[in-house]
């Protein structure tokens, strides 16, 4: 029986490792290297030049505008100052410039902290 558990469970932790490579490999190929056309620069910026309308519950009647009296322009990352770069950077983490967007220790320690919580305000505990 005791063979038969750690069998089992030496399945599920290969079938896990299997999963998160497949799917590592499939961000990588269809996020980072070939995104598609939908992130191409004509395509943001056709997006980023777009009002955003607030409409009432009816989905039809306009509230009023987003962005009515400014309109955002594409800025080439070279163009951008360093300390801008530094300060919002600053904000999000410490590896922000050696990972692909997904802080896996990152996770890990906030999966972490959220289970050591005795209690929490919140239903959802990493919402504090």
Known sequence: MRKLVLRG???????GVIGVLSGALWYR???VQEPGEHLSRAAIESVIAQESPVLY?????????FFSREHRDHVPFAEIPE???QAITATEDKRFW???GIDVFGIARAMVSNVLKKSSPCPYRSIH
């Open 83 to 85: 300390a801008w770069i």
């Open 98 to 100: 050696d990972h692909v």
């Open 57 to 65: 519950a009816d989905g039809r009647t306009r509230i009023g505008v």
């Open 9 to 15: 469970m030496v399945v599920i932790l290969l079938c």
């Open 29 to 31: 190929k269809h996020v």
